[in-house]
Each structure stands twice: as structure tokens, then as C-alpha cells.
């Protein structure tokens, strides 16, 4: 199993930005969440989605970020936008690992496949 991030950059205050995630190697219906990470912080999950396509968001993020899957290309997406500079850090894509998931997971314990992250640059 592998999963892949991209479209992490740098952006303004109130800015948008889009984060895909390539999954391969399994079959793709797995809970799959989205992780960041901030400089001398904890890594904390942001939002997450199941295989019925049920989603969660930290409070942090609800009504700002959207979390969402393409099944038919195997890729979870982010669609962030009225960013902050607290958003900034290197944000992973994660995978439980299994072939059907239901429910909310936000404890990175709970997940089985990472990737190596992207960063997210959010400027004042």
C-alpha cells in the first residue's frame, strides 16, 4: 500500500489551496484522514472520511476545509480555503488499512499507511 501527497505551496492569508492524496496498492474503500503537522507541535488529524463517505472535521477547520474522495482514480483530496497562518505545517495523508471502514478516526495510532507529507505555508 502506498499513498502519495501533493499540492502543498505557499499561499496568503484567506487563500485557497488544494491537497490531493494517490492511494495504490489495495482496495481502495478505506477510512482515509488528512494529518498535519506544525513545528514543535503534535501531529493532529483535521479531517477525515469513511467508505460510506461519511466525514469529520476538527474544529479547527470545520466549514473552511473539505475533505472528499475520488474512487474511480484511488485519490483523496483537501480542498482548504480562508486559510490561516495557523494552518501552516506539513500535512499527511493517511490510510487505516482496511478493505471497508465506518466511522470518525483522528488518533494517528489509527492509522496503518502514511505518506511523506506536503507543506502548507500560510503567510500574514
Known amino acids: 500500500v502506498q499513498v502519495v501527497e501533493s499540492g502543498g505551496g505557499s499561499v496568503q492569508a484567506g487563500g485557497s489551496l488544494r491537497l490531493s492524496c494517490a492511494a495504490s496498492g489495495y482496495a481502495y474503500r478505506d477510512c482515509m484522514g488528512w494529518f498535519r503537522q506544525a513545528p514543535g507541535k503534535e501531529r493532529e488529524g483535521v479531517a477525515t472520511?469513511?467508505?460510506?463517505?461519511?466525514?469529520g472535521y476538527a474544529d479547527s477547520v470545520k466549514d473552511r476545509f473539505t475533505i472528499s474522495r475520488d474512487n474511480a482514480k484511488n485519490t483523496l483530496y483537501l480542498q482548504m480555503n480562508s486559510l490561516k497562518p495557523e494552518d501552516t505545517g506539513t500535512y499527511y495523508c493517511a490510510a487505516r488499512g482496511f478493505i471497508y471502514c465506518s466511522g470518525a478516526y483522528f488518533r494517528d495510532y489509527e492509522y496503518e499507511y502514511w505518506g511523506q507529507g506536503t507543506q502548507v505555508t500560510v503567510s500574514s
Open positions: 472520511i469513511d467508505s460510506d463517505g461519511i466525514t
